[in-house]
């Protein structure tokens, strides 16, 4: 498996990837709806302008992917993700790992839905942590933020 820089050509596959990685998400709130299920492709492509978009490529396909852009002295880390039958064989670890070599800075954030514990678990064995903050989305959906904090930027 390798980790590379997706391009334009790849969000129609990396689109199809983010409904089946989110939809265990849609149906545990309750919401076929939340972000980023309804995302378009055009939606997608003007997403892309302003972030850097990463992808796990085995055999010729995406298997998983990750976006990071900065805010300030913080990169924001979002939507990591994989197949499903390609999940818990350290793919997103790899992704997380690849976004910070990426960026070489000294703060990372993300958000993870409060119910995802699969998540929250993983981003906390690489070194995240929550930072009691929450965002509501929807009715159903609300978000937690975690944090990650090196010494100093590689």
């Known amino acids: 498996m390798e980790i590379v820089r997706a391009c334009e050509d790849d969000l129609p596959e990396i689109l199809a990837l983010q409904r089946l990685a989110f939809y265990d998400n849609s149906i545990r709130y309750g919401d076929p709806n939340m972000p980023p299920m309804p995302q378009t492709l055009d939606e997608l492509r003007a997403e892309s302008k302003g972030k850097v978009f990463l992808k796990a490529i085995e055999n010729g396909k995406i298997v998983g992917t990750i976006r990071g852009h900065m805010d300030g002295e913080i990169c924001r880390v979002s ?64 978000f937690v933020r975690m944090r990650k904090e090196k010494n100093s930027p590689p």
Request: glycine residues 6%; negative net charge.
């Open 79 to 142: 939507k990591v993700m994989v197949l499903p039958d390609h999940q818990n064989r350290g793919i997103a670890h790899k992704l997380l790992d690849a976004i910070e070599d990426e960026f070489r800075v000294r703060v990372f954030e993300l958000k993870t839905g409060y119910l995802d514990d699969k998540n929250i678990h993983l981003y906390k064995k690489v070194g995240y942590v929550l930072t009691g903050e929450k965002f509501w989305e929807t009715e159903t959906l609300c």
